[in-house]
Structures are given as structure tokens and as C-alpha cells.
């Protein structure tokens, strides 16, 4: 097989795992939450932290090497303005998926808690929520620009990367 088309098609794959995961994982503690159950919200948030684990978290470190070796493989430089553009836009998404992996892990805490209390998940739940919903924006349309970016290569020029 060729190994630029493996490195093509790993980098193609882990793109669409995470647009995939990213968009079920909203969709899906999003329906939990407007259910207001806490039992129910439990074991959503249980699995969409696993998913994260299994699926966001291999893609995240799958996508800057396959993408990185190739750059390298087709001799793109990676001040290439489409390409450094790509990579601001990764960082960003980083920069909001971190707090929100660890917010997850609180929402499912946070709602076990209710549930083993039979209680109403707690505002800090609501709070937390909120601030989860918020960062899943910019980091789902940064995702979004990556891909387009990465199939159309628009001539951006060189940008100078020091």
C-alpha cells in the first residue's frame, strides 16, 4: 500500500472521528440534559467521557502526526498560510476541548451524586453545563475550518512562523 495514501486516509479518518464524536457527544448530553434526569444524565455524561477517552483523544494525537508527516511527505512548509492556519485553528480547539473534558468528568460526577441522593442536579451542574455548551461553538466551527481548509488549500501565502 502506498504510505502517502495511508497517511491520507488515517488523517481523512481521525478528521471525521472527530467532527463525529464531537457532534454525538453534543447531541447526546445535550438530550440527556434536557430530560433534567439525574440518573439518566449519569450515565450519558459515563459514556460520552469514555468516547472521548477511546475515540477524541486517539484522533487528537493521530491527527498533528499523520498531518505533520505529510507535510513533511508532499514538502508543504508548515508556514504554508492555509496549513499555519490549520494548526492556530487545532490549537484553539484544544484550548476549548481541554476544560471541557474535565467539565464533563463533573457533570457525571455531579449528577451520580443527585442520582444516588435521589436529588435535582444541582446548580453547579446548570453552571458547569452552561460553560460546556459554550466552548462546544468555537471549537465545533474551528473543526469545521479545518476541514475545509484542509480540502480546498486556499492560497493564503507563506506566514511567517517564529
Not at 447531541?27 to 459515563?46: K, S
Not at 496549513?83 to 457525571?108: C, E, H, K
Request: aromatic share 12%.
Amino acid at each position: 500500500m502506498d504510505p502517502e495514501l495511508t497517511l491520507r486516509w488515517m488523517h481523512v479518518i481521525g478528521a471525521c472521528v472527530l467532527l463525529g464524536t464531537g457532534a454525538g457527544i453534543a447531541f447526546f448530553m445535550l438530550m440527556a440534559h434536557r430530560t433534567r434526569n439525574a440518573h439518566l444524565v449519569a450515565h450519558t455524561a459515563g459514556v460520552v467521557v469514555l468516547a472521548d477517552l477511546l475515540f477524541t483523544a486517539t484522533a487528537v494525537i493521530v491527527q498533528p502526526v499523520t498531518g505533520g508527516l505529510l507535510a513533511w511527505r508532499l514538502g508543504w512548509p508548515l508556514s504554508e498560510g492555509w496549513l499555519a492556519l490549520s494548526l492556530g485553528l487545532y490549537v484553539l480547539t484544544g484550548a476549548f476541548w481541554l476544560p471541557v473534558v474535565w467539565i464533563q468528568l463533573r457533570l457525571r460526577d455531579l449528577a451520580r451524586a443527585a442520582a444516588e441522593a435521589g436529588e435535582a442536579l444541582p446548580a453547579r451542574y446548570h453552571q458547569l453545563f452552561a460553560i460546556w455548551f459554550a466552548c462546544g461553538f468555537p471549537a465545533f466551527v474551528s473543526v469545521l475550518a479545518i476541514i475545509w481548509l484542509m480540502l480546498s488549500r486556499p492560497d493564503l501565502g507563506v506566514w511567517l512562523v517564529r
